[in-house]
């Protein structure tokens, strides 16, 4: 069933009831099923996930469907949380990183001060350079990991995705059934990619990069 669509100014100057009640009452239908829309009505009950009704405490969320936008600037002294889709959604007037770029929507935050934060968005089995990987969107944090196997040291590796803003740290290892032991760093550290040094080639090494 749908909701009735409201009417404002009911009821209007002179009316009479006999006039107005149809109205008045879409309106106040129409008031309690909009807000029965993802949370427990004033009743107590709501539909559950599997379309049978349940009861619980009045008011409450049970699910939060959100629209996703398309532009979304900051409130000043209050957080927002929304969702868009990256490489689309403009926030503050710049058009947020394409990761992950299969038009899926995702969650933000953006904090009072403007700080937005990416909340999800994952792939894996991202192919990268002599590498096969992934990456997850945490909380605002990005975080990659792939299998490398380097010919030579040092030898350069780009991420599965490149990060939107910066690298704060990479951990690396090897593969200790291969090589009974093997030193390995890093060096040249960019958003896209990083030099491997390692005192045994031709292993397979480890790495997880966070950032940003």
Do not use: C
Not at 60 to 85: K, R
């Amino acid at each position: 069933m749908s909701i009735p669509t409201y009417t404002l100014g009911y009821p209007p100057d002179g009316a009479s009831l006999g006039q107005t009640k149809s109205t008045i009452r879409n309106n106040l239908d129409g008031t309690f099923e909009t807000l029965a829309v993802d949370h427990v009505n004033n009743n107590g009950s709501y539909v559950n996930s599997s379309g049978g009704d349940s009861s619980g405490p009045a008011g409450y969320h049970t699910i939060i469907h959100e629209v996703p936008q398309a532009s979304v600037n900051t409130l000043t002294g209050y957080n927002q949380v929304f969702s868009g889709v990256p490489g689309t959604l403009v926030v503050n007037g710049t058009t947020t990183s394409a990761i992950p770029a299969n038009s899926d929507q995702q969650l933000y935050s953006l904090t009072g001060a403007g700080i937005l934060s990416q909340l999800t968005g994952h792939a894996t089995g991202v192919t990268s350079t002599a590498s096969v990987g992934g990456y997850q969107w945490i909380g605002g944090v990005l975080i990659q990991w792939a299998q490398v196997v380097p010919t030579a040291s040092p030898q350069t590796f780009t991420f599965p995705i490149a990060f939107p803003n910066a690298v704060f740290s990479i951990v690396t290892g090897v593969n200790s059934t291969q090589v009974s032991s093997a030193n390995t760093s890093v060096n040249a550290v960019t958003t896209t990619n990083f030099q491997l040094y390692t005192t045994k080639t031709n292993a397979t090494n480890f790495y997880i990069a966070i950032g940003n």
